[in-house]
C-alpha cells in the first residue's frame, strides 16, 4: 500500500539529484526547472499519504531517501552561494524597489 508513497520519494531523490548535477555544471536554469518538478511531486505526495501510510521497513527507507535528499540540497546551496553573492553584488548601491 505504502509502495506508490516510497516511489514518490525516490522520485524527489532523483529530481534533487538532478538539481546537484545541474548546479555542479553552474545550471541554474536547470536547477529552477529540476526545483520546480520536485516542487509538483512533493504536492502530489501530500495528497496521497493523507489515505496511505508507510509500513516500518517503508519508513525507514523513506528516512534513508531524505537524508540523501538533505545532502543533496546542502551541496546544492554550497554551490549556489557564489551565484548569489555575484547576484547580490549586481544590486549594491541601487535602489531597492519591493513591487
Known amino acids: 500500500?505504502?509502495?506508490?508513497?516510497?516511489?514518490?520519494y525516490k522520485a524527489i531523490e532523483d529530481s534533487s539529484l538532478k538539481m546537484l548535477e545541474a548546479a555542479?555544471?553552474?545550471d541554474w536554469?536547470?536547477?529552477a526547472r529540476y526545483?520546480?518538478?520536485c516542487a509538483?511531486?512533493?504536492?502530489?505526495?501530500r495528497f496521497q499519504s493523507q489515505g496511505q501510510e508507510l509500513l516500518p521497513e517503508q519508513r525507514r527507507?523513506?528516512?534513508?531517501?531524505?537524508?540523501?535528499i538533505l545532502r543533496n540540497d546542502a551541496q546544492?546551496?554550497?554551490?549556489?552561494e557564489p551565484w548569489l553573492a555575484q547576484v547580490?553584488?549586481?544590486?549594491?548601491?541601487?535602489p531597492q524597489v519591493l513591487h
Open 1 to 8: 500500500m505504502g509502495t506508490q508513497l516510497i516511489d514518490y
Open 24 to 26: 555542479r555544471g553552474k
Open 29 to 31: 536554469e536547470g536547477v
Open 35 to 37: 526545483e520546480g518538478a
Open 40 to 45: 509538483v511531486l512533493i504536492e502530489q505526495l
Open 61 to 68: 527507507e523513506k528516512a534513508r531517501i531524505m537524508q540523501r
Open 76 to 80: 546544492i546551496r554550497t554551490l549556489a
Open 88 to 94: 547580490e553584488h549586481m544590486f549594491d548601491g541601487q
